[in-house]
């Protein structure tokens, strides 16, 4: 008997996840070569570029949605952690403290100053800036600090008592100047040609002006200079350029038989809102036999709007009025990605560096295989 | 009447510590203090005391009998982590 090839329903029933009230069905992929006898699922560029495609949601700086459709899940968590771990960005990595008075110990301090996400101008940010390597020998520290490689910061500040505070004032802010240290008030020190890249809108600031460092009262001090340098989040959390990136699986939500009325409308309470629209039954439907809908004209019934907004908390499952009415799942191959910048990298752009970083180590890969074979 | 400054320990071993208060580069810089004076903080009332040698653990201000150490002038370097 030849072999009839996949209709385009089978097609598309292949790539759900099935989710059961208890249970994940169809978890794997079954696009390889041997799984379907007679069909030819060798990994071909060319049906992978027909079937791949991009879709943004939204592209905001600090925030980015989109869809990779029609890719492996290998290569989606690829992007991901690359995303996470491997974008290089700028950060506090030294701080050298002259003084610090305040109740935060000096450990502490700059710990905290390490987290703050900083922005500046991409030239220089993603260009100019180098790797700053430890030197080995500890003599040649000293000769390892350029401004391609260092950036210099430094926070001097502290609290007096403000003469010109209403008598009876409590609030610390307005009884002292200087009471609390933010991000603000960190100064950026050029140094070389980082002024040519780092100048006006493009000097390094910190993203969120308003983070508190420490408190102080009056005669406490802090005093101390910093050194940034570019890292990779796999060293430190603080370097990675994303507060998170994820991804989750396009969900499916399927309406075998008819929802009709009241039934409808606790249908769409499942959900959450947006997923699930109520529509009339119109007489045209009402008049096609097998339907369902016979008799129903006028009726609301449950029609699916907007699946990518559900969470696929499968509480429609747990009423027995929609058993056998509704069938969910996850397309296995559409993936909708989260990015949030932390300000240092437009969060699309992480995106693309991730896509570019993943061929860059490909390539890489690509050499070092060759010359082991040679 | 110089009181003998404190040596930082170099690590090399260098004979310098103890070779008198002023031949001696320092590593503190104690600038404005007179010589043989030293600076706390008052456990109670906060006021810098100055103290020399012999004199008692007082505070002048309040009499309180807990002094703190001053901070160090020194820069002590942390890794932001």
């Given amino acids: ?374 | 009447m110089s009181r003998e400054q404190y040596q930082v320990p170099t690590g090399s071993g260098s004979p310098t510590i103890g070779t008198g208060s002023f031949s001696a580069p320092t590593a503190r810089d104690y600038t404005g203090d007179v010589g043989g004076v030293m600076y706390y903080m008052c456990g109670d009332c906060a006021v810098r005391v100055p103290l020399e040698k012999g004199a008692p653990i007082r505070c002048q201000k309040c009499g309180a009998r807990v002094l703190y150490k001053e901070r160090t002038k020194r820069m002590v370097q942390f890794e932001a982590r």
């Fill in chain 1, 1 to 374: 008997m030849p072999h009839k090839p996949p209709t385009k329903e089978e097609l598309e029933r292949r790539k759900i996840v099935g989710i059961r009230d208890e249970t994940i069905t169809d978890v794997s992929c079954s696009d390889f070569p041997g799984h379907y006898p007679g069909e030819d699922h060798s990994w071909d560029i060319d049906a992978f570029r027909r079937g791949f495609s991009v879709e943004f949601h939204q592209n905001d700086r600090f925030e980015a949605s989109f869809s990779l459709i029609g890719c492996d899940a290998s290569i989606a968590n690829a992007f991901r952690r690359i995303m996470i771990a491997d974008i290089p960005t700028l950060a506090i990595e030294n701080v050298f403290i002259n003084n610090n008075t305040s109740v935060i110990q000096d450990e502490v301090l700059a710990h905290r100053l390490g987290l703050i996400p900083f922005q500046g101008g991409h030239e220089g940010l993603h260009k100019f800036l180098k790797w700053w390597r430890k030197p080995t020998d500890e003599a040649q520290m000293n000769n390892s600090y350029y401004d391609f490689n260092t950036v210099s910061l430094k926070l001097e500040v502290q609290c007096e008592h403000n003469d010109k505070a209403a008598a009876g004032e409590t609030d610390p802010t307005k009884l002292y100047h200087h009471a609390h240290v933010y991000a603000r008030d960190i100064e950026f020190c050029p140094v070389g040609r980082q002024d040519r890249y780092f100048s006006g809108a493009d000097a390094i600031a910190p993203v969120n002006p308003d983070i508190l460092i420490a408190k102080l009262r009056p005669g406490q001090e802090i005093s101390l200079s910093m050194h940034m340098h570019k890292g990779v989040g796999s060293d430190h959390a603080k370097f990675s350029p994303v507060a998170t990136a994820s991804y989750r699986l396009m969900p499916v939500i399927d309406i075998t038989r008819p929802i009709l009325g009241d039934d409808a409308e606790k249908f769409a309470r499942c959900f959450p809102r947006g997923v699930i629209e109520l529509e009339k039954v119109t007489k045209k439907e009402a008049g096609q036999k097998g339907s369902g809908y016979e008799g129903h004209a006028g009726e609301l019934k449950a029609v699916v709007a907007d699946p990518m907004r559900d969470t696929v908390s499968r509480e429609c499952l747990r009423h027995d009025e929609f058993k056998d009415k509704v069938k969910l799942g996850r397309r296995r191959d559409h993936f909708i990605y989260l990015v949030e910048s932390t300000g240092q990298w437009e969060s699309d752009a992480i995106f693309i560096e991730a896509v570019a970083h993943l061929k860059k180590r490909a390539l890489d890969l690509e050499k070092q295989v060759k010359n082991m074979v040679r």
